[in-house]
T-cell receptor, first 113, second 114 residues
């Protein structure tokens, strides 16, 4: 059973608009969440993270929101740019886990000019 | 600049061949991982290692083995390649207790088995 779910395989957004990528999780022991971005033929790179003690974390155009009661997080990209076209992975970890991240299936974001 | 280096970007192998995928990291990380990425399935963990000569099965270890003789190197072995092992293979590393920091990934190896 998937503990981290990204239910939208793809998302298409107009350049300059807001992109919202969603992620749901089932394990209430998760206390840290990360977003990674992956271009074709490259490895994923870290984008932004959030601890469960917060409900929002911002880094430039990227903001992650966490709703613990709903077990839901979202990544907002404002404004969206062509270079944001990539696959975005959500990942989660538990406080007692030394090394394992649990990954979602990814959402392919396409920014239209 | 810290790095995880995978030895090949693209490989084409024949069914039944033994295939070695090499991964080297220069960050003195304890943990190393092998994933495969397939469309719609995300990142699936094949094997991981948290110390030299230690290995643990991930979610899909069948048909694969690993070797970690040195801290910086983690090898993935396909004992007898099959067409369903055609995929993008990603190596990653992290330091112990750093699930908060996340992983550093290599650029990936696109393996095609014909």
């Amino acid at each position: 059973d998937q503990q981290v779910k990204q239910n939208s395989p793809s998302l298409s957004v107009q350049e300059g608009r807001i992109s919202i990528l969603n992620c749901d999780y089932t394990n209430s022991m998760f206390d840290y969440f990360l977003w990674y971005k992956k271009y074709p033929a490259e490895g994923p790179t870290f984008l932004i993270s959030i601890s469960s003690i917060k409900d929002k974390n911002e880094d430039g155009r990227f903001t992650v929101f966490l709703n613990k009661s709903a077990k839901h997080l979202s990544l907002h990209i404002v404004p969206s740019q062509p270079g944001d076209s990539a696959v975005y992975f959500c990942a989660a970890s538990e406080a007692d886990s030394n090394y394992q991240l649990i990954w979602g299936a990814g959402t392919k974001l396409i920014i239209k000019p | 600049d810290v790095k995880v280096t995978q030895s090949s970007r693209y490989l084409v192998k024949r069914t039944g061949e033994k295939v070695f995928l090499e991964c080297v990291q220069d960050m003195d990380h304890e943990n190393m991982f092998w994933y495969r990425q397939d469309p719609g399935l995300g990142l699936r963990l094949i094997y991981f290692s948290y110390d030299v000569k230690m290995k643990e099965k991930g979610d899909i270890p069948e048909g694969y083995s690993v070797s970690r003789e040195k801290k910086e190197r983690f090898s993935l072995i396909l004992e007898s390649a099959s067409t369903n092992q055609t995929s993008m293979y990603l190596c990653a590393s992290s330091s112990l207790g750093s699930s908060r920091i996340g992983y550093t990934f290599g650029s990936g190896t696109r393996l095609t088995v014909v």
